[in-house]
């Protein structure tokens, strides 16, 4: 066993402790970031935390503002009918808290659609494809946030 370890240094330049001096400042910032993501978190936002039928996840934040985040890639929406979901479970915490409006940011095109919770309740339908019980909206009663503002630039 000796002469593996003796065999596999003398062939390389590693040092066991090279590494952790290296690594120091990468760490130093990783635990920096990890810390202000818990300040922010508990001060601005609360995560909504729900089960999908296998596990706990996250299915979104709910900021002070009665707004309901929900980060997602565009591959996320439903293709027959297209629609974003949320969890059942989701939702009926969203009401008891108070949310009136779901905002869905897609990630990978940097579009942020909103519709209102009661838009969920009116106009959406249960789903249930394997992650749990969901509430889904077509997305002819989502608005995008970017027209909207655009709408308002035209007018000023």
């Known amino acids: 066993m000796m002469d593996q370890r003796k065999e596999m240094s003398s062939g390389s330049s590693y040092h066991p402790g090279a590494a952790g001096r290296d690594a120091e400042p990468f760490f130093r910032a990783v635990r920096a970031r990890i810390e202000y993501a818990r300040r922010v978190t508990k001060s601005s936002r609360r995560a909504i935390l729900v089960h ?35 969890q059942q479970e989701a939702v009926e915490e969203l009401r008891r808290s108070g949310c009136h409006t779901v905002r869905a940011v897609l990630v990978d095109e940097g579009r942020t659609l909103e519709a209102g919770l009661d838009d969920f309740e009116r ?28 709408q308002g630039r035209l007018a000023l």
């Not at 503002?65 to 979901?85: N, Q, V």
């Not at 106009?123 to 655009?150: K, N, V």
């Open 52 to 86: 999908d039928g296998v596990r706990q996840v996250c299915a979104g934040h709910l900021l002070p503002s009665g707004t309901f985040e929900k980060r997602l890639k565009s591959s996320h929406i439903l293709r027959a009918p297209r629609s974003i979901a949320i």
């Open 123 to 150: 106009h959406g339908f249960p789903i249930s494809r394997g992650y749990g019980e969901q509430i889904a909206l077509q997305l002819g009663w989502w608005r995008d946030t970017a027209e909207r503002q655009d």
